[in-house]
């Protein structure tokens, strides 16, 4: 993933208040990502809105999603 999108997904989830982010190369151990982003959230409210700020904003700025884990889940 390219290092100004992770920039920006950082600041997406940090507008929201998410903490404990992590950002995972691993382009060396799968072959359908470059990049894995991890945060944290209070509550499962919290944790939505947060996710729902990365889709926003990743529609806003015309990029694509070709996949989310966990959304429907929070």
Partial sequence: MENNLITMIKEWIEIKKGFNIRIYDVKERVSYTDTIIVCEGDNSLHIRAIADNILEEA????????????????
């Fill in 59 to 74: 529609k806003k700025n015309k990029i694509n999603i070709y996949s989310k884990e966990g959304v429907d889940n929070a």
